[in-house]
């Protein structure tokens, strides 16, 4: 009776999931990126090696350039641009 019990939860599972993976493919939802995001990430501990170099990939495409801060110096451009007359003064350095 126990088997019986088993094989019908074990049957009735297995059409659930069937059902939910069938409507997930034909009417996918725009908000279950997470789920992909979820299921790739748990590969990464049958492969960890792979995992590793995807998100070192990953992080290459996101660095920036450093760009330095301004110094005061910076801030005040000592060229003076007139845009009526189109000229542009430039003081000689010292």
Same mark, same amino acid.
């Given at each position: 009776?126990?088997i019986l019990?088993v094989?019908? $939860?074990?049957?009735?599972?297995?059409?659930?999931?069937?059902?939910?993976? /069938?409507r997930?493919v034909?009417? @996918? %939802?725009? &908000?279950?990126?997470?789920v992909?995001?979820?299921?790739?990430?748990?590969?990464?501990?049958?492969?960890?090696g792979? $995992?590793?170099?995807?998100e070192d990939?990953?992080?290459?495409?996101?660095? /920036?350039?450093?760009?330095?801060? @301004? %110094?005061? &110096?910076?801030s005040?451009?000592?060229?003076?641009v007139?845009?009526?007359?189109g000229?542009?003064?430039?003081?000689?350095?010292?």
């Open positions: 009776m126990v019990a094989v019908v $939860a074990s049957v009735l599972l297995l059409g659930v999931i069937v059902w939910m993976g /069938t997930m034909a009417h @996918p %939802d725009p &908000d279950a990126v997470s992909g995001g979820a299921m790739g990430s748990g590969l990464g501990v049958f492969d960890p792979a $995992a590793r170099a995807r990939i990953d992080d290459h495409k996101n660095q /920036t350039e450093v760009v330095p801060s @301004p %110094d005061e &110096d910076d005040h451009p000592l060229w003076k007139d845009l009526h007359r000229t542009v003064r430039i003081p000689r350095s010292k």
